[in-house]
Every structure is written in structure tokens, then in C-alpha cells.
């Protein structure tokens, strides 16, 4: 299931109409911020070598922005662009004008860690069966109504307790619970690029590779400069129709498909996942223009996942995904010319397997998370030589 992905129409019941600003002010943020995190300070505990910072030591300067008059600065991190005026904040809630100058207000403020199988993200021709260190910060620049981590996304830095954990010292802690690969996940890794940037080139010194799991509602140039340290990104590609991005994540479609064939076009590993909401991304239509795009844009190779809803946040009025809607979505897909689609957050293993696209051959088996099976010599099926693309040492 996409991690912090979900977005739909407001329901009758939930938080309908209420903005993460009316969470916050009513302090229902915080207050469920805590709920979270009394799960993740369980996994702190068990991971040595976290410790409490404070405020101060996890701001830092932020890149990716313009100065204007009277102090007024432009971020130009993501497509919202923001006009923040001296003292304020931008939508992220995550940085903050300081008389002129931009600061993040989140570097090495770890708001949860844990370990999870790179098939969680989901990464699928990522190195399988390997486990990857995940951390992630408060803030987003999305606000999607049925975001699964809200109490992370949707809160402001200060509302969460945080471990000050910077790049190096989370690097060797990766590396000490026997971690090769660490993940930006959960919420939208964007928001701490700087954070993700500087952990990415430490682990790169340290033999440990980075990855992203975003929205990919993202500017150019931070992309490109990630791109240049991270191994994989996912990017969840919600809806192929801009009035969904508007009204249930208020953002824009347009930027999102200028991301993913950025990311491409950088040669790193790029899988995408369309999280498919009962009545409101799941026509034929609609699925059979993702898939037609995802073809002509990005290839034939690149890995799709249709991942099942469940209801949360704002949007509890809808089932979850039924498993036919999902096979569906995948059939639709393979017939436009896709090699590997899969369909997550279901038991069923069978579109969850990795086929060789010349002789059907399972060369990657998996079950909830697990590997069950490896038919791949360096990167090729073991019955037919045919390559098959990914980072598979």
C-alpha cells in the first residue's frame, strides 16, 4: 500500500471540512500526532542511539528558494511556490521565514524509524527481500483526505516528540540493525529534502543506498539533485485527472507527470503506484489512460502497482478497494503492453510475482512482504536468459 498516499472526496462522517489548520487550532494534530508516535517511540526504544534534541539543533538552512522584498521570500521547492512573509511558514508548515532567510525546520528531527521490507514501500525490482531503515519528519506539501499517516503528514514539527538523529549518526544506525538501504517514506520526503539529501550522500560514502517514496509533487531542480544520490524513487501517481489532485489532495496533476519522467529520464530506478478508490480513480477509462501513459512516457519496463484503499482521515465513507477492482486495474494494464504490473495490500500472491515477459517464468515469488521464490541469474530469468530490469545486487 502506497505509504501516506491515500487521497479521495470527503465523506459525510470524519474530519469533513475540517483543514489540517482546524486540526491544529482545535489541537486534535497534536493530540493524535502522540497517539502515532507512542508506536514509534516503542521502535525507538528498541533502536539504540536515539536521544531527544532541541528546537534549535534541527533548524537549518533551507535551499530551494528565492529572496523578495520587504523580507518576503518564494520557496521553490514544490510547484505551490509560496509567498511566505517574515515569521510565517510555508504550507508544509516545515519552514519558516526568519527575517529574510529560509530555514527547515526539520533537519535530523526524526519523527519515527523502523524497519520494514523494501517490498513495503513497494519496491518490487529493488534489491528483494532486503530490509530498509525508514525514517520520516512531520510536514507535507500535499493534503490528501484519506492520508493513512495524517498524525505525521498533517501535523507541525513542534506537535511531535523527535529523536535527533542527522544524517550520519542515522546512517550507522541503519548500518547497525543490518540495513543496506534506507528509505525517505510515510509522509512526503520532499518537505525534508535537505534532511534526505545529506543522508543520502553519507550513506553513499558508508555503502548504504537511499531511497524515496513521494508523491512527486516536486520542482525540477530538487528532483535533479536528488536524483544524483538516491538508487530508487516511487512516486505515487494518484489519478490521471487534475480536478482529483485538486480536490482531494490540493495539488496539480501536471507536475506530478513532469516528475515521474524526470526521474526516468535521470536513470534512477523509478516504480509507481496508483492507489485505486472505489468511484473515484477506478473507471476503465481512467485506468486504461495510466497505463497508455505510463507506455508511451516512461516504457514498457517501468513497475506499476495498483494498490487497495482503505478508509482514513478524511474519507471513511467509502469500502476498501474490492480485489476484482484491482485485478481489473492490472488486466487493463498488461493489456496496454505493461510487463509488470502488480497489485498490492491483498493476501493474493499471485499479482504479486515477478514473470519474466518472454516465457512467463515466476522469477521473483512473494507472499505478505516475503520472498518465496528467486529464479534470477545476474539480473536475468533462469529459464530464458531474458534480462529483466531492476537493481538486483
Not at 127 to 150: H, K, R
Not at 241 to 255: C, E, T
Not at 323 to 346: D, F, M, P, Q, S
Not at 369 to 392: K, M, N, V, Y
Request: net charge positive.
Amino acid at each position: 500500500m502506497p505509504e501516506g498516499d491515500p487521497g479521495a472526496n470527503p465523506g459525510p462522517s470524519g474530519n469533513q471540512g475540517l483543514t489540517r489548520r482546524d486540526l491544529l487550532k482545535a489541537g486534535i494534530g497534536a493530540a493524535a500526532a502522540l497517539g502515532v508516535l507512542g508506536g514509534a517511540a516503542a521502535i525507538s526504544g528498541r533502536v539504540s542511539g536515539a536521544a531527544r534534541g532541541s528546537p534549535s539543533t534541527w533548524v537549518a538552512p533551507a535551499r530551494y528558494y528565492r529572496k523578495l522584498a520587504k523580507r518576503y521570500v518564494k520557496c521553490q521547492l514544490c510547484p505551490r511556490h509560496c509567498y511566505v512573509a517574515p515569521g510565517a511558514r510555508g504550507f508544509c508548515e516545515v519552514r519558516e521565514n526568519r527575517r529574510g532567510e529560509y530555514f527547515t525546520l526539520v533537519y535530523g528531527r526524526a519523527a519515527s524509524v523502523s524497519i520494514d521490507p523494501v517490498e513495503k514501500k513497494p519496491f518490487f525490482h529493488a534489491l528483494p527481500g532486503s530490509p530498509i531503515f525508514s525514517f520520516v519528519t512531520a510536514g507535507c506539501n500535499l493534503e490528501c483526505n484519506n492520508c493513512q499517516n495524517y498524525q505525521l503528514s498533517q501535523a507541525r514539527p513542534e506537535a511531535l516528540p523527535a529523536m535527533d538523529l542527522p544524517p550520519a549518526p542515522l546512517v550507522r544506525m541503519a548500518k547497525q540493525h543490518g540495513c543496506s538501504l534506507i528509505a525517505g517514506t510515510y509522509s512526503e520526503p520532499t518537505v525534508f529534502c535537505e534532511y534526505l539529501l545529506d543522508v543520502a550522500k553519507e550513506g553513499n560514502k558508508r555503502g548504504v543506498r537511499t531511497m524515496m517514496v513521494s508523491s512527486g509533487f516536486t520542482e525540477r531542480q530538487p528532483i535533479i539533485d536528488l536524483c544524483r544520490e538516491l538508487t530508487a524513487i516511487k512516486i505515487d501517481l494518484k489519478s490521471m485527472r487534475h480536478r482529483f489532485y485538486k480536490s482531494n489532495s490540493q495539488g496539480a496533476l501536471k507536475p506530478v507527470l513532469s516528475s515521474v519522467e524526470l526521474v526516468k529520464k535521470q536513470g534512477v530506478w523509478l516504480e509507481i503506484v496508483c492507489l485505486v478508490i472505489p468511484t473515484l480513480n477506478d473507471s476503465e477509462a481512467e485506468i486504461k489512460d495510466l497505463a497508455r501513459w505510463v507506455r508511451t512516457h516512461v516504457g514498457v519496463d517501468v513497475p506499476l502497482h495498483f494498490s487497495r484503499f482503505h478508509p482514513a482521515y478524511k474519507l471513511t465513507r467509502l469500502p476498501p478497494t474490492p480485489y476484482k477492482t484491482l485485478t481489473r486495474c492490472a488486466a487493463i494494464a498488461r493489456a496496454e503492453g505493461l510487463h509488470y504490473v502488480y497489485v498490492g495490500n491483498v493476501p493474493d500472491a499471485r499479482d504479486q510475482a515477478t514473470r519474466c515477459p518472454k516465457c512467463a517464468t515466476i522469477v521473483i515469488g512473494r507472499q505478505n512482504f516475503s520472498i518465496t521464490a528467486r529464479h534470477l541469474e545476474d539480473g536475468r530469468c533462469a529459464s530464458c536468459r531474458q534480462p529483466i530490469p531492476g537493481i538486483w545486487s
